[in-house]
């Protein structure tokens, strides 16, 4: 049974900073692309950040040179390092494990991210 475990939301204000992890079971982690999505009310889910095992990172134009997206293979674990955060980050985080070959994708329960003064 494959879960997805998000944790480290919650409130912080403009300018601050959150460290986001996903932790992963029941799936052979670094055979996976593993990746950070967000959905705001009103909105739909968008691509924050995703990581290759192997590969170079890719980011979404909104959060280049502010977020940091990584992983560490040996504890099956995703990160999401969030800085200077600006209230439009505002929305519920999702972690998202995706394979090509065979086609599959998993879904975390998502974590709520606010940021306000």
């Known amino acids: 049974q494959v879960q997805l475990v998000e944790s480290g939301g919650g409130l912080v204000q403009p300018g601050g900073s959150l460290r986001l992890s996903c932790a992963a079971s029941g799936i052979i982690f670094n055979t996976y692309v593993m990746g950070w999505y967000r959905q705001a009310p009103g909105k739909q889910r968008e691509l924050v950040a995703i990581?290759?095992?192997?590969?170079?990172?890719n980011y979404a134009d909104s959060v280049k040179g502010r977020f940091t997206i990584s992983r560490d293979n040996a504890k099956n674990t995703v990160y999401l390092q969030m800085n200077s955060l600006k209230p439009e980050d505002t929305a519920v985080y999702y972690c998202?494990?995706?394979?090509?070959?065979?086609?599959?994708?998993?879904w975390g329960q998502g974590t709520q991210v606010t940021v306000s003064s």
């Open positions: 998202n494990a995706q394979k090509l070959f065979p086609p599959v994708g998993y």
């Open positions: 990581i290759p095992s192997g590969g170079s990172t």
